[in-house]
């Protein structure tokens, strides 16, 4: 059975940091690349980071490029999402996907950042 299971999300004051994961299980994520999305009430979903499956390779979003990092531990199946200097609008429902053979997709975590 396939899951992600995203965690970490919470509230948190603008310029505060937070870190989300993403455990994976079910397939062979390290043939997979897995990328960070999230979707903000009204909004469409927005890919936000994506490492490739060996690592090497990251792409950012230029909304938060220099702000978020991504990395991912192929021997304990999790990819996880730094995020610092946290702005309004990062609020958003944060998502992982799994993209190799098949796409998979958790459920999300919430992050809201306010005052």
């Known amino acids: 059975q396939v899951q992600l299971v995203e965690s970490g999300g919470d509230l948190v004051q603008p310029g505060g940091s937070l870190r989300l994961s993403c455990a994976a299980s079910?397939?062979?994520?390290?043939?997979?690349?897995m990328t960070w999305y999230r979707q903000a009430p009204g909004k469409g979903r927005e890919q936000v980071a994506m490492?490739?499956?060996?690592?090497?390779?990251?792409n950012y979003a230029d909304s938060v490029k220099d702000r978020f990092t991504i990395w991912r531990d192929n021997f304990n199946n999790t990819v996880y999402l730094q995020m610092n200097s946290l702005k309004l609008e990062d609020t958003a429902r944060y998502y992982c996907?799994?993209?190799?053979?098949?796409?998979?997709w958790g459920q999300g975590t919430q992050v809201t950042v306010s005052s």
């Open positions: 996907n799994a993209y190799g053979w098949r796409s998979y």
């Open positions: 079910g397939f062979t994520f390290s043939t997979y690349v």
């Open positions: 490492i490739t499956s060996d690592g090497r390779r990251k």
